[in-house]
């Protein structure tokens, strides 16, 4: 099964911060890379996708992601941070999934 | 837009007990799946189906089964409850078969058993 890392488990920024969250990922073909948010009491919800093409994504809300083959991995960035972007967020490789990180954003 | 269901948001059964957990989604998707989602482990994959009776193992199926009777409906079966199956279940759905399709995700159920 594709093993999925993310490094950071919990993350705690002031508002207008900027965010990347690390995601590396162990199989080395042809990925399929997402990134989900889930708010708090919320259900699972799609950030962004990247399957070919552009390495740089953007998705909703701001974000954005950068797949860099040559070291597996697909951060996750924002510019700058708000209260309401408070949530846990999920890298998946396919529909392998890592740990998540948890982060707070400080108004 | 898609729906998926959890037929309860909260379920507290005793050890020994057989669970059921049913999930229905209404957009016609071929891919069904379940998960458990616990703190600091993210979520793990129980089960796929990608057709009607069809069914693959995740990374953690011992102690599940599932059922797909039917396209909309996948369901997961505890046959005998134990206390380190309490968690958060989440059921997710997807169109065709391939690894490129976002997953689409219902409630969740938490699940406590005693």
């Known amino acids: 099964a594709q093993s999925v890392s993310q490094h950071n488990h919990h993350v705690i920024l002031s508002e207008a911060a900027s965010l990347e969250l690390g995601c590396n990922y162990s199989y080395g073909g042809t990925v399929n890379l997402f990134w989900y948010v889930q708010y708090p009491g919320q259900h699972l919800q799609l950030l962004l996708k990247?399957?070919?093409?552009?390495?740089l994504v953007k998705g909703i809300k701001g974000f954005e992601a950068e797949f860099i083959k040559s070291k597996f991995s697909f951060n996750l960035r924002k510019p700058s941070v708000q209260w309401s972007d408070t949530a846990e967020y999920f890298c998946?490789?396919?529909?392998?999934f890592g740990t998540g990180t948890s982060l707070t954003v400080i108004p | 837009d898609v729906k998926v269901t959890q037929s309860s948001r909260y379920l507290v059964k005793r050890t020994g007990e057989k669970v059921f957990l049913e999930c229905v989604q209404d957009?016609?998707?071929?891919?069904m799946f379940w998960y458990r989602q616990d703190p600091g482990l993210g979520l793990r994959l129980i089960y796929f189906s990608y057709d009607v009776k069809m069914k693959e193992k995740g990374d953690i199926p011992e102690g599940y089964s599932v059922s797909r009777e039917k396209k909309e409906r996948f369901s997961l079966i505890l046959e005998s409850a134990s206390t380190n199956q309490t968690s958060m279940y989440l059921c997710a759905s997807s169109p065709w078969f391939g690894a490129y399709n976002e997953q689409f995700f219902g409630p969740g159920t938490r699940l406590t058993v005693l």
């Open positions: 998946a490789v396919s529909f392998y």
């Open positions: 957009m016609d998707h071929e891919n």
């Open positions: 990247y399957f070919s093409g552009d390495p």
